[in-house]
Structure formats: structure tokens, C-alpha cells
């Protein structure tokens, strides 16, 4: 599977959009994009996916370019309950396999 | 409809010790899979189950972690004898997938709460 590739950390003030953006250069042509969100003592949390363009859903947008080599999380107009890890990974269409987590992005929002 | 559970949430025992681990997934996912975080690293894949089979267990570090789904609904995940270095949050996750002739759909995964697991 593809590595992804994001920042270590962000950080944020209320009310702000925050965008994430992941680099996944070897992404295969039958993978997909998909976000997850952890905060502590808590399992990851599926957030959004998306194959390619625009992906948008209640809780955040994910953006992809045509070569799908990096995508961008927006979160619009953060509060402090989205101070959180964020993982960007790559999964392969039509399989059950297992997730490869990275490292994520530890995004802190503060007033 | 109740998320996959996972018990206990924390456990402290003694190197050497005996520690199970227990997670019951979503209903009806025949998917079943264990990760762990030790301290400082990334979560990291341990193993698979689709119903009671071992799809994938390329992730079990040693012979010391067991783990069993009998009967495929709930699985455990036995740690003989535990190490300190086997300290760490251990997760599981649940996932459906169907097949319709055309290849596996996964609708995704959903993720327990974890148990954090010290040896001293």
C-alpha cells in the first residue's frame, strides 16, 4: 500500500478552517482515500473518504486532485472539541485488509 | 446499533503475568482485526479474523500473543507471558463486507475504545 505522507502537528484558533493536506505519491490506481480522527483514550474514528475530486460530507470536505497523489482534509471552522489525531491512509478497493496508520497530525485548536 | 466493545478498558499486571483481552465487534461483521500503539509509535496491525479464520495475522510480533474468535463473534487476545515491553493500547475493529460479483465492498471500518495494557 501507498505511504502517506503529513504534517506532525497543526495548530489552530476557534472558528478558523483548517485544511491537512497528505502526500501519498505511490497510490494505486485501485486505492481509495480515507480519514480518520482520534482523540485520547478513544479508538480512530472514521471521518471521510473519497476516490477522486471533492468529497464532502456533514462533518468535513476531503479534496483530491486528478493525479490523487495528495489529498487535503478540511475542517470548516474548527472548535476546541476537534482538537484531535488525524490519519490520512490509503486502502485498497474492494478488499477487508488491514489499515497502515502513519504517524497522523496532532491538530490542537485553542481559543 | 452498539459500536464494538472492548474489555477491560485498562489493565495493569506483572511481567510474567497472564492478561486476556477481549473484543466483541459490530453484529454481523465477519471482519474482526487487533492493532496496538506501544508508547510513541504508530498503531500497528497485529491480525485478521474473517469469521473464525485467521486471514492475516503477518502483525503478531510472538508466540507469546494468542488470539481466537470462536465461533465468529467475539474475539480474545491472549498475552503468556506478558513483557514490559508488550505495554501499550490495543484496539480492535469490525468491518462488513459484501460480494456481489464483482469484488468486495467494504463499508468500512469501526474502531473500539481500546484497552490500555501496563505491565510493570
Known amino acids: 500500500l501507498a505511504k502517506t505522507t503529513q504534517p506532525i502537528s497543526m495548530d489552530s484558533y476557534e472558528g478558523q478552517e483548517v485544511n491537512i493536506t497528505c502526500s501519498h505519491n505511490?497510490?494505486?490506481?485501485?486505492?481509495?482515500i480515507t480519514w480518520y480522527q482520534q482523540f485520547p483514550s478513544q479508538g480512530p474514528r472514521f471521518i471521510i473518504q473519497g476516490y477522486k475530486t471533492k468529497v464532502t460530507n456533514e462533518v468535513a470536505s476531503l479534496f483530491i486532485p486528478a493525479d490523487r497523489k495528495s489529498s487535503t482534509l478540511s475542517l470548516p471552522r474548527v472548535s476546541l472539541s476537534d482538537t484531535a489525531v488525524y490519519y490520512c491512509l490509503v486502502v485498497h478497493t474492494g478488499t477487508a485488509s488491514k489499515l497502515t496508520f502513519g504517524t497522523g497530525t496532532r491538530l490542537q485548536v485553542t481559543l | 446499533e452498539a459500536g464494538v466493545t472492548q474489555f477491560p478498558s485498562h489493565s495493569v499486571i506483572e511481567k510474567g503475568q497472564t492478561v486476556t483481552l477481549r473484543c466483541d465487534p459490530i453484529?454481523?461483521?465477519?471482519?474482526l482485526y487487533w492493532y496496538r500503539r506501544v508508547m510513541g509509535k504508530e498503531i500497528k496491525f497485529l491480525l485478521h479474523?474473517?469469521?473464525?479464520?485467521?486471514?492475516?495475522e503477518s502483525g503478531m510480533p510472538n508466540n507469546r500473543f494468542l488470539a481466537e474468535r470462536t465461533g465468529g463473534t467475539y474475539s480474545t487476545l491472549k498475552v503468556q507471558p506478558a513483557e514490559l515491553e508488550d505495554s501499550g493500547v490495543y484496539f480492535c475493529a469490525s468491518s462488513h463486507t459484501s460480494d456481489f460479483g464483482q469484488g468486495v465492498i467494504n463499508y468500512g471500518y469501526t474502531f473500539g475504545s481500546g484497552t490500555r495494557l501496563t505491565v510493570v
Open positions: 505511490n497510490i494505486a490506481t485501485n486505492d481509495y
Open positions: 453484529s454481523g461483521h465477519d471482519n
Open positions: 479474523f474473517v469469521k473464525e479464520s485467521k486471514q492475516d
